[in-house]
């Protein structure tokens, strides 16, 4: 087995899907097969369960993917090393961000980082708010910028950098720009575009149980960008954070209906790990990470 095979199956095991590892190894779905056929003659155990509907690890493919990863991490740290010198700091930072954050959040951030670290380079996984924790937790990024989490985690670390207020957002172009009265009101008049899951729409689902509200829901969608599309279609009013409004492409082209403080704020921010761990150049990524989040906090 070489490293080629062994970051391949890392790919795999991480997406378990044959077709999207494949594109990201610049491959043909049936070379990665055979390629994995091969590695499990190698070592002589099954590595992966699949049928025609799914792929997953064996408990031996589990701990072949803990070794290929160890294999992997090791064989860059030391690239990084012949190549940058022992106390440089650099490598791959991945961070997972929202369309709208990374026109908002993460540039500051970003320019800092590559004044002060120019070794690091960033590698982002967009999505939507809800997989931000996610994605931490299971270690698929080692950055997230997302709304920070209520009720708080004892392995995780948050840094704020804004707050800002869940509103309802109505086409300018489209039948919703005149509603008037309260957020229950609001409610009565319009069908709404709401997240399927989150903080706002578990924030959302708590006060119509509260009032004993009945909305219409023309639609359920991921994602603050893919809920303004549906709500300028003119479908309804889409339930999202104010930010995403005040700049980017959307800027201009919705009328802001207010959610009231029942629903209350957003709290955004960077959330990460708070154990330093991996390899010898993520823990210096991290502590570097870190160190310019501290000043960003102590900035605000």
């Known amino acids: 087995m070489d490293f080629y095979e062994l970051d391949s199956f890392i790919k795999l095991a991480e997406t378990l899907n044959f077709s999207k590892a ?17 590695l499990e003659e190698e070592t002589g155990v099954p590595l992966l369960d699949r049928d025609n509907r799914k792929v997953l690890l064996t408990e031996q493919g589990k701990k072949f993917l803990a070794f290929a990863r160890e294999a992997s991490n090791k064989k ?14 650099g490598g791959d930072l991945k961070v997972y961000a929202s369309v709208t954050a990374c026109y908002t959040v993460l540039p500051p951030f970003i320019k800092e980082l590559s004044k ?20 931490v937790k299971e270690g698929r990024v080692h950055l997230a910028v997302a709304a920070i989490p209520e009720e708080g985690n004892a ?23 005149k509603l ?34 009945k909305p219409k829901i023309a639609a359920e969608t991921e994602g603050n960008e893919a809920l303004l599309a549906i709500a300028q279609l003119g479908l309804g009013i889409a339930l ?5 409004l005040e700049n980017g492409p959307y800027k201009g082209k919705f009328v802001i209906h207010e959610a009231g403080n029942a629903l209350g704020y ?35």
Not at 121 to 126: D, G, I, Y
Not at 155 to 177: C, F, H, N, Q, R
Not at 182 to 210: E, H, M, N
């Open 266 to 300: 957003y709290d955004v921010g960077f959330i990460r790990k708070k154990e330093i761990s991996g390899t010898k150049s993520e823990r210096k990524i991290m502590q570097a990470v870190n160190e310019i989040l501290n000043s960003f906090s102590d900035n605000l």
């Open 76 to 89: 860059r740290d030391l690239l990084q090393e012949f190549s940058q010198g022992k106390d440089t700091v």
């Open 180 to 213: 008037y009265g309260s957020p229950q009101d609001i409610l009565s008049s319009a069908p709404l575009v709401l997240p399927k899951t989150g903080l706002a729409r578990k924030r959302f689902d708590k006060w119509i149980k509260s009032r004993n509200v």
């Open 240 to 244: 999202v954070p104010r930010i995403v």
């Open 22 to 38: 494949a594109d990201l190894r610049n491959m043909s779905p049936s070379a990665l097969s055979r390629m994995i056929s091969r």
């Open 155 to 177: 392995a995780i670390e948050s840094t704020s950098v804004i707050k800002t207020p869940l509103i309802y957002a109505a086409s300018a172009d489209g039948p919703w720009t």
């Open 116 to 135: 002060s670290y120019p070794g690091i380079h960033l590698s982002v996984e967009t999505g939507g708010e809800s997989g931000a924790f996610n994605a």
